[in-house]
């Protein structure tokens, strides 16, 4: 078994602030995953790397920076935080499987922006 | 491009009753459906996985199923209980093999005892 552990698990920022997320998993698992799910929508992914030296913009990257430090860790940077962007960011890993691979999911990072 | 629609919001149940929640799908490529759980404070977790049309994924007691047809995939489980309580989301894997999951926008499941 393994862990994915997310920091901060609640982040409180101000309207224009630069604000970094961090993930870091133990699975050995070579892609990570950041979502962003907001109330009473679905997640929607940001950024995902498939390997340590990968990055791949999801389908909600604007407004977002990732950065894999390396194979066990994940960042997100919101690089200019809006009112409109409180929600709860999850981080993933899985096996470098494509879609098909099951994707464990850590507690999550509640940002809200004053 | 791929969609999930999940139009059961929220679902209030007693014990014992029976579960039955349902998505319908869109794609141009042959899918692999998934249900997600979301337990409070955690994150999302795998609850199913069904990667053939009409046959069962099965797991704690919940059965999954998609019928290509219709476009339709559903969750049932035949006597709930309170420690299901949770948010269950359908999700679509795209057939080309890519990274990126479709999510439903989740049901909310509430179990009173």
């Known amino acids: 078994g393994g862990i994915i552990t997310q920091t901060p698990k609640f982040l409180i920022g101000q309207e224009g602030q630069k604000l970094t997320l961090k993930c870091q998993q133990n699975?050995?698992?070579?892609?990570m995953y950041w979502y962003r799910q907001d109330s009473g929508k679905g997640l929607r992914l940001i950024y995902y790397s498939i390997t340590e030296n990968d990055l791949q913009k999801g389908d909600l990257s604007e407004g977002y920076d990732a950065s894999r430090e390396k194979k066990s860790s994940f960042s997100l940077t919101v690089t200019s935080a809006q009112k409109n962007e409180m929600a709860v960011f999850l981080c993933?890993?899985?096996?470098?499987?494509?879609?098909?691979?099951?994707?464990?999911f850590g507690p999550g990072t509640r940002l809200t922006v004053l | 491009g791929d969609s999930v629609t999940q139009m059961q919001g929220q679902v209030t149940l007693s014990e014992d009753d029976f579960l039955f929640i349902n998505c319908t799908y869109s794609t141009t490529w042959y899918p692999t459906l998934f249900w997600y759980v979301q337990y409070p404070g955690e994150g999302p977790q795998l609850l199913l996985k069904v990667t053939t049309a009409n046959n069962k994924g099965i797991s704690r007691g919940f059965e999954a199923t998609y019928d290509k047809g219709t476009t339709s995939f559903h969750l049932q489980k035949a006597s709930v209980q309170e420690s299901d309580s949770a948010v269950y989301y359908c999700?679509?894997?795209?057939?080309?093999?890519?990274?990126?999951?479709?999510f439903g926008t989740g049901t909310s499941l509430l179990v009173d005892p």
């Open positions: 999700v679509l894997a795209p057939g080309n093999m890519g990274y990126k999951l479709t």
């Open positions: 993933a890993s899985s096996i470098r499987g494509g879609a098909y691979a099951e994707q464990f």
């Open positions: 699975f050995n698992h070579d892609t």
